[in-house]
């Protein structure tokens, strides 16, 4: 069974910046299509970021200048920059995976952006 562990998240204040890191467990990590999630209390859960094994990525409208995925495909890793954090990003971060149509998620990281 795949595992995905995040880590990264913390409180900051408005404006400032975050990296959070997604180690993946298992092989063929480069076949595998990785993006973040985030889920806010009371709202749905929704993407944020998502990238198949090349170097381009998508991205959630309220993030689109802010935020960059990249990966790491040699130590099977994702990551997420955030940058000029707003309060509305305040939320549970989570990880995701998906190869073969079969889905993958990790535990979550908090992010808390305060004023």
């Known amino acids: 069974q795949v595992q995905l562990v995040e880590s990264g998240g913390a409180l900051v204040q408005v404006g400032g910046s975050l990296r959070l890191s997604c180690a993946h467990s298992?092989?063929?990590?480069?076949?595998?299509?990785m993006g973040w999630y985030r889920q806010a209390p009371g709202k749905q859960r929704e993407l944020v970021a998502s990238?198949?094994?090349?170097?381009?990525?998508d991205y959630g409208d309220s993030v689109k200048g802010r935020f960059t995925i990249s990966r790491d495909n040699a130590k099977k890793a994702v990551f997420l920059q955030m940058n000029n954090l707003k309060p509305e990003d305040t939320a549970v971060y989570y990880c995701?995976?998906?190869?073969?149509?079969?889905?993958?998620w990790g535990q979550g990281t908090q992010v808390t952006v305060s004023s």
């Open positions: 298992g092989s063929s990590f480069n076949m595998w299509v």
């Open positions: 990238m198949n094994g090349g170097s381009s990525g």
């Open positions: 995701y995976g998906n190869q073969d149509g079969k889905d993958y």
